[in-house]
């Protein structure tokens, strides 16, 4: 079969190397990797598979890690990773939304075969695709074993990209840009908010003539009107009013690797509310990107916008920012580094970040952000779309 | 604030009723809801928010659950729920994918100040967004609770439609055909697979004129060549190939309700074993759907289909069809109905089934697929796309 692999071989098997070197720091023998990002960032993993159980099982001592999954998908499998056959392990549909068999009894067996019932086993407690029944099957299971909690341990391996990710992110870069240049020019009054999102998708997925688009692992998300006091809401099927304030937070993806951008579109007079609270976060962003570089703490960061917000009044009560990259939906955030207080974690060159102040109050908000990647001495911006409120 | 509502008031009340209903039959005193298609189907909440722990308490003596979620989703609830002010809970910030404050930290003294922590607590033990941390947040702080498995309580309460449901999904059919055709339109020697799939989401997101469509929670489906061996691929950036066949697996969505189709493309001559496949498929369709009415059970389908097919040597070896409608991503599958042995799920009129007996060989495979509404006597079809092997 010819395989789609987006890495060399050797890379995937650094990344598996530093995770192994991960669970021997923390005394784990056995890890059960279910996050699809995770899955995708050791073997290459792709497809959308994630709604059965599925998963890794990386065992410290053994060459490789062992896929499981439905059986339908061992082909996925075969053509995505570069997994050789004998840990290539399907089961049956039977095991699909049942009462009866459960996927963790099959895994279960596989770890008796491979001699790990014994072991130091380490699950992702909370990640989306771990359910609280893959966690009472297994331990039911297997009653020799000992449990830890694995969550995030391979997202911290994530967290400094090497060069292929980097360019990744950078082709997504210029994907996100291209879809908010589309958003901005669709965004008139009394055209249906449904027709924008559209746009905004046919711009994500075709790209650019040179390299195509992938999907994100959160829906473009447009809330307008009132709306706009809250970030998650996508669209309606109404049309854009005068005087409409639209947030635009969306990303653009290059082989699963995400570049995320927001905006914020006025349809006529902004309301000087809504121009004095772009203001602040513009001033913010600058005052703070000027801070940036390797060695400063995550929660530095926070400090240096808060000063600078503290001079208007408004108030951003939560966290500024997170680490992004390679992802599944639904969310394109790492869940590792998050700008606010008590992350003390320190930057390093080729960590990327989504500084994302946006502040919504009880009837408006505003989403302004800047993606960002550490360099050896400052910070790169991932985009350079202008920079402010875009009254239109 | 004016609220997004896309269902009367008494209809989410009527809902609640049935799950309180269902609760009582299986002793349950409160439901921790966190799947967000069972969110919604109560309460109307509807956003992109599930990517951080949220939910619904349901007490069996209370009228109105209570929402919880994160502090700046708040607003989400307010502007897209029936429920009250008081109903409304959000957490701060610091809450979020945090090592030492959990969301069900702050559901557990939701669950104390509402006299509940000596109550049987059903949670949804096997659901997307239920992590195994959630059940052990929630075990450890409520010592004196008895739990139970909540899995699909409300899936089953969903499974007959509403006349205003099946007017939502006729729509998201529509949507389908449309954007079926556009995809077969699009695929072409030389195009880019990503534009296909581009094309693909425009069509499902502009909807018609008269109304618009909404994000479904499947991406489109789209391997061609070797990758039609599985099926849960997208696309790659590559152009198609001369010989090419292409799966298309879509849905349309109208109002988070979907309908779901299948059709399989062949670029240029098909080669005999996928025009022989189907064949097979094709005639098993038209031979099962003639038996289908109420009465019958889920797995009666499955062996109609299952004899249809014998004659032709080809296996089909996993469940030909499921329950559909309401959903968020991952799936747009219901995750009660299998059609496959052993569910012995009676139909009723107002049940929507995907018929989907998709076969997938070492080197090729097949989709064909009809989405299917329970009549009192029979079945509807929804959607009228030309039943065959796409040739083009």
Same mark, same amino acid.
């Given at each position: 079969m010819t395989k789609t692999l987006y890495f060399e071989v050797g890379e995937y098997k650094q990344r598996l190397a530093k995770t192994k070197q991960s669970m021997n720091d923390k005394g784990i023998e056995v890890l059960i990797v279910t996050d699809p990002a995770n899955m995708n960032y050791i073997t290459g993993f792709d497809g959308?598979?994630? *709604?059965v159980h599925q998963g890794l099982i990386i065992i410290i001592d053994q060459d490789e890690p062992i896929w499981f999954g439905r059986g339908q998908d061992g082909n996925a499998a075969r053509l995505t990773t570069w997994l050789s056959e004998e840990n290539i392990r399907a089961y049956t549909d039977?095991?699909?939304?049942s009462l009866i068999k459960h996927p963790m009894d099959y895994v279960s067996d596989i770890l008796r075969e491979k001699g790990c019932d014994n072991k130091v086993i380490a699950t992702?407690?909370?990640?989306? *695709?771990?359910?609280a029944k893959c966690q009472e099957c297994l331990v039911n299971n297997l009653p020799n074993a000992k449990f830890k909690d694995g969550t995030n341990l391979i997202n911290w391996v994530k967290i400094v990209k090497s060069s292929t990710e980097i360019d990744y992110i950078k082709k997504a870069a210029i994907i996100v840009e291209n879809t908010m240049q589309k958003a901005f020019d669709s965004i008139n009054v009394g055209t249906r908010q449904n027709e924008v999102a559209a746009n905004v998708y046919h711009a994500q997925i075709y790209g650019t003539e040179e390299f195509g688009g992938d999907y994100t692992s959160i829906a473009p998300l447009l809330p307008s009107g009132i709306r706009t006091s809250t970030p998650h809401l996508s669209w309606t099927d109404e049309p854009y009013r005068d005087g409409d304030t639209v947030l635009v937070e969306i990303a653009g993806n290059y082989r699963r690797y995400h570049c995320p951008l927001s905006r914020t579109v006025i349809l006529g007079n902004a309301p000087q509310k809504v121009q004095d609270l772009a203001s602040v976060v513009v001033e913010g962003i600058a005052e703070t990107l000027a801070f940036v570089k390797p060695g400063i703490t995550a929660e530095d960061i926070e400090r240096v916008w808060s000063k600078s917000i503290a001079k208007s009044g408004f108030i951003k009560d939560s966290r500024v920012g997170y680490s992004f990259g390679l992802n599944y939906p639904p969310?394109?955030?790492?869940?590792?580094?998050?700008?606010?207080?008590?992350?003390?974690t320190i930057l390093e060159p080729n960590m990327t970040l989504h500084f994302m102040p946006g502040i919504w109050l009880d009837d408006c908000g505003v989403d302004i952000s800047e993606p960002i990647r550490i360099t050896e001495t400052g910070v790169e911006l991932l985009t350079h779309y202008p920079r402010k409120l875009l009254v239109k």
């Open positions: 959308w598979s994630f *709604y039977d095991y699909v939304q992702e407690m909370d990640t989306y *695709y771990y359910t969310d394109w955030g790492e869940h590792t580094i998050s700008l606010r207080p008590g992350d003390k």
